[in-house]
Structure formats: C-alpha cells, structure tokens
C-alpha cells in the first residue's frame, strides 16, 4: 500500500513565523500535491510538483512556497503565517500522467496560527 | 477548464437505507472519475474510479457509481447504508493531458439509527 506521510498531526504557530509542512511518501511517486482544506471550501490546490525541483502554482499558492529536493520529499513553507493561513492541510501522491491516476493522501494536518 | 459539482452539501439517510451521492462535472471529452471518502480527521480514502469501459463501477465498502455521459454526471450509491459511512465524500476529475484532479466541494453523509 502507499504511504504518505505528514511530519505532523497538529501543530500550532504565531503570526510572522515561518512554518515547514513536511509530506513524505513511499511509492516513487512522480507527483506529489498540497491541498488546503477548509469547511464547505472542499481541496483546493496550492501548489504541486511533477518531478524533482520542478512545481507549479494551484489555485491558491499566495503567501505559500514548496520544496522538492528529492523525490520522495515535498515541503510547504508559509513565509510568514497569518492568521487566515489556519486550516487543515493535506498532502498527495501519485504516479503517471497525474490525470489518470488516483491520488494517495496522508492523514493531514490541522494548522493553527495564532 | 473542467469543474466538479456536488450539488448537496449535506445529506442525513437512515441506518439500512439506500444512499445516492451526485456529482456533475463539465469538460467537453470522457473524463477520468473518482470518489473518495474522507472519516473525521483523516486524509481521502479511493473508493472507486472510471476510466473507461462499462459505466457502472464497483468499488470498497460496497460502493458503486455510474457514468452518465449524456447527462455528464458520476453519482455514487450504496444500497444499504451503515453507520461507519459517515464521513465526507468527495468527486474528482482528471484531464486527458493534464497532470491534476479537480475536486468537489464535497458531501457530508450524516446516519441516523
């Protein structure tokens, strides 16, 4: 089975400050995602990447950068979180095109910025 | 640019009862579909996709769906609900050459005893 994994389940941070979301996964997975979750605002894109150092902008990538260094590795950084950046986050994987591929999500993790 | 609409934000079936989830998407050719269900606090589970081939899908936990293509549509059923189904439930399309799904807003399945 694949596994994604977020470095944390909840985490709680102040205004200003930079925060590192970590998503690893453990299917050499070409693609890897990051969501954001927000009640009746279902997923909406962030940013995602298709290979190594590469990414693109989602639907909503203002205020958030990514990392991908390595293959299995992708990072979400909040330059300097604000309070509307509290939200659920999820992270994905998946191989091929992307488009006909299902995608592998981790449990998340809910983001608290006072 | 195709989009995914799940007209009913929340839905409240009976324990035992028949369930119809709907999903209505638009792009202009045969889509990649997916359902995916998400219990509280944890990430999207696959229930089923389509690719191509026969229209009506089974997948986990009893769950099917059918494709309609003149009514450009994805719902999802289940004959007899139980309580562990709920959770949100989510529709999602892929593009023939684009590298992303898109997702719906979600339905959120509350059962009753």
């Known amino acids: 089975d694949v596994k994604v994994t977020q470095s944390s389940r909840y985490l709680v941070k102040r205004t200003g400050e930079k925060v590192f979301l970590e998503c690893v996964q453990d299917m050499d997975h070409e693609n890897m995602f990051w969501y954001r979750q927000d009640p009746g605002l279902g997923l909406r894109l962030i940013y995602f990447?298709?290979?190594?150092?590469?990414?693109e902008k989602g639907d909503i990538p203002e205020g958030y950068s990514v990392s991908r260094e390595k293959k299995e590795r992708f990072s979400l950084i909040l330059e300097s979180a604000s309070t509307n950046q509290t939200s659920m986050y999820l992270c994905a994987s998946s191989g091929g095109d992307g488009y006909n591929q299902p995608q592998h999500f981790g449990d998340g993790t809910r983001l608290s910025i006072l | 640019a195709q989009s995914v609409t799940q007209p009913d934000i929340h839905i409240t079936v009976s324990e035992g009862a028949s369930l119809e989830l709907r999903c209505n998407y638009s792009y202009g050719a045969t889509p990649y579909l997916f359902w995916y269900v998400q219990s509280p606090g944890q990430g999207l589970q696959l229930l089923l996709k389509?690719?191509?081939?026969?229209?009506l899908v089974q997948g986990i936990k009893g769950f099917e769906a059918e494709f309609k293509r003149s009514q450009s549509s994805f719902n999802l059923r289940k004959p007899s609900v139980h309580w562990s189904d709920a959770a949100e439930y989510f529709c999602?399309?892929?593009?023939?050459?684009?590298?992303?799904?898109?997702f719906g807003a979600g339905t959120i399945l509350r059962v009753k005893s």
């Open positions: 389509y690719f191509s081939g026969d229209t």
């Open positions: 999602a399309v892929g593009k023939v050459g684009g590298n992303k799904l898109v």
């Open positions: 990447s298709y290979d190594v150092k590469m990414k």
